[in-house]
């Protein structure tokens, strides 16, 4: 079977997933959230793979969702509604695409995410779905619509990093390399990108020699343990909040500029780290 948006393949005992649109840095699609589903279906159902690779095609992990046409083109569409807005039209739609990120996090076998390039806003949360987390050392991870537009809605960095360290990258909207990220405990490893591949292949062969049954307790037991300390909860708040950011004062003004300046040059903005009731005429 063949898909759209990724690619998939399994060699000896391991599934490898790539997100294919190249072209868009892997931008996040619905399409690609369907098709990531099907494939770790299809990784759980066949009994010869033990471990799952998800990595990205060319130049990045993935950039994010694919937010340039709804920025830029003037009126309602899925990401913002005209006013007064339905939180729950909304919210059924970004907890769809939730529930695509979390479909690494509930696969019965152990995920590695293999990071270069960029896993920035959805992209890190996907990449933070992932079990075991391998990045180059010159890779870059953080949520930078958490300045404006944006909440994670798996609400992962609390429980990969903790609060405080979750406060620094959600509080800023700051991008850090793999180094920092391993620093901070957020990934696993950080290696040289000529290293990668090499690296990636180490830890998923490590945990192919593991019989199929511990390795799906080991994962069902860590699991269990964040889900009675809310995750489920959790996510659900942020999803409601990622609605919100978008439909804010602030967030209406970011659409705006988008429109007027187009969506590239009003990120650079929402990031320069100026204040932005100066940039764009808002309260803060």
């Given at each position: ?8 393949e399994?060699?000896e ?6 997100l294919?649109?190249p ?8 399409a690609m ?12 159902d066949?009994?010869g793979?033990r471990a799952v690779?998800l990595?990205g095609?060319?130049?990045a992990f993935c950039?994010?969702y694919?937010l ?7 009126g309602?569409?899925p990401g ?7 939180p729950m ?5 970004l907890s769809?695409?939730t529930?695509?990120?979390m479909s690494l ?5 152990p995920?590695?995410g293999?990071?270069?390039?960029h896993?920035?806003a ?8 992932t ?11 953080g949520?930078?619509p ?9 609400a ?8 405080e360290?979750?406060?620094r990258?959600?509080l ?6 793999g180094?920092e990220?391993?620093?901070?405990g957020l ?10 591949d090499d690296?990636?292949e180490?830890?998923?062969?490590r ?9 799906m ?12 300390m ?6 659900m ?7 919100i950011?978008?439909?804010s004062?602030?967030g ?7 429109e007027a300046v187009?969506?590239?040059q009003?990120v650079?903005?929402?990031d ?8 764009w005429?808002?309260?803060?």
């Amino acid at each position: 079977m063949s898909y759209d948006n990724i690619l998939f393949e399994v060699s000896e005992s391991v599934a490898t997933i790539t997100l294919n649109r190249p072209d868009k840095l892997n931008a996040y699609v619905p399409a690609m959230g369907a098709d990531i589903v099907d494939a770790f279906t299809r990784a759980r159902d066949d009994d010869g793979v033990r471990a799952v690779i998800l990595t990205g095609a060319g130049r990045a992990f993935c950039a994010g969702y694919d937010l340039v046409d709804y920025a830029e083109t003037p009126g309602p569409n899925p990401g913002v509604q005209k006013m007064p807005w339905d939180p729950m039209k909304d919210y059924d739609y970004l907890s769809r695409c939730t529930r695509h990120f979390m479909s690494l996090w509930r696969s019965h076998k152990p995920v590695i995410g293999k990071v270069h390039g960029h896993a920035v806003a959805g992209g890190s949360d996907i990449a933070l779905c992932t079990d075991l987390l391998i990045m180059a050392e010159d890779a870059k991870i953080g949520y930078p619509p958490a300045r404006v537009w944006g909440c994670p809605t798996t609400a992962m960095w609390i429980y990969r990093v903790g609060a405080e360290r979750a406060k620094r990258m959600l509080l800023t909207g700051d991008l850090i390399d793999g180094k920092e990220a391993q620093a901070m405990g957020l990934c696993i490893e950080a290696v040289p990108p000529a290293e990668l591949d090499d690296a990636v292949e180490r830890w998923a062969e490590r945990m192919a020699g593991v019989p199929k049954n511990q390795l799906m307790m080991q994962k069902l037991m860590i699991n269990q343990a964040f889900d009675n300390m809310g995750l489920a909860n959790t996510q659900m708040i942020a999803t409601v909040f990622d609605g919100i950011t978008r439909h804010s004062p602030e967030g209406m003004a970011f659409k705006a500029r988008a429109e007027a300046v187009g969506f590239k040059q009003a990120v650079q903005e929402r990031d320069s780290g100026d204040h932005l009731d100066e940039l764009w005429g808002i309260g803060t």
